[in-house]
């Protein structure tokens, strides 16, 4: 990264914490060695840890003067508005996204996808291949044939979405996208990432673009948020945001009837099966 102070800022790296003493020394080193021709910032959102997750960020604040910046609260206020605090105080006109958990292994990664985004200005987001890992540090998997893709606002309605992990992730910061936060419906999902995907594209008619490379881990582990929960609860979870997703997002005739079909294939047996009939009903009545 050049250090001209009056630089534009190209990019802003947006990081969520919360007890990842275990991992987020990795994050930061991953988030420091990217080599750039472009200036960035680095903010790292601490949602009031219990272990020792924001003495390790104040370290490497003193040990790398004017390149971190902590945004903290008083409390435990979820990783939702955490994300969006963080977010908000992004300055660059590119935004990075990692969680405290996962890392970066590709020290040209963000030279690659803003280079990529200013050369393309039908993509809002471009995202690229991940590894994942376990707590052990062993792989879980990797795609070897890796390729290009694209997804499109239908693709993501759809649940095509491979290889879009938020660790992932480099989106344009315009407005468009930032009025996420003052979505209701936001606050109230489960898997946050994928709606968040979902309402970048909607709102501003681009798609996403995977690049070909390896440039990231993604971490499973038991203080996860997502990824080691109980399956049925995951699953739960799953349809309630798709149902926040029927709701609020629009699509075509054709779209609803390919909704319906994905529901009936994907979810609708286990809402029978833990007798959520009222649920099932109510998720099929909105796509007749």
Known sequence: MTSNDT???MLS?????????????????????????????????????????RALIEA??????????????????????????????ANGKYIAM?????????????QKQVDFLEKHPDYVICCHHTEVIDEQEQQVYCK??????????HDLLLGRREETRTCSMVMRNIDAV???????????????????????LAASGKKIYVLPDLMACY???????????DSRVR??????????????????TVLRKALLRFYLKRYFLFDLRTLKLNSAWTTISSLL
């Not at 930032?178 to 970048?200: E, P, V």
Request: hydrophobic letters at 35%; a negative charge; aromatic letters at 14%.
């Open 7 to 9: 630089e534009e800022l």
């Open 13 to 53: 790296i947006c990081c969520i914490t919360y007890n990842h003493e275990k991992y987020i020394e990795q994050s930061l080193e991953s988030f420091l060695m990217q080599e750039t021709t472009f200036k960035y910032e680095i903010l790292i959102g601490e949602d009031y840890s219990t272990d020792a997750t």
């Open 60 to 89: 490497y604040i003193k040990k790398y003067p004017g390149r971190i910046n902590l945004i903290t609260h008083e409390g435990n206020v979820g990783a939702i508005k955490n994300q969006l605090a963080v977010l908000a105080a």
């Open 98 to 110: 990692c969680d405290g958990d996962d890392f970066w292994t590709d020290v040209a990664k963000l």
């Open 144 to 153: 070897k044939e890796r390729e290009g893709m694209e997804f499109s606002y």
């Open 178 to 200: 930032n009025a996420i936060g003052r979505q209701a419906w936001y606050h109230k999902s489960y898997g946050a990432d994928t709606l968040f995907k979902l309402y970048a």
């Open 219 to 229: 971490r499973l582990h038991t203080g996860g948020v997502w990824s080691m929960i």
């Open 235 to 252: 699953k739960r979870r799953m349809i309630m945001d798709f149902n926040l997703m029927i709701r609020n997002f629009r699509y075509s």
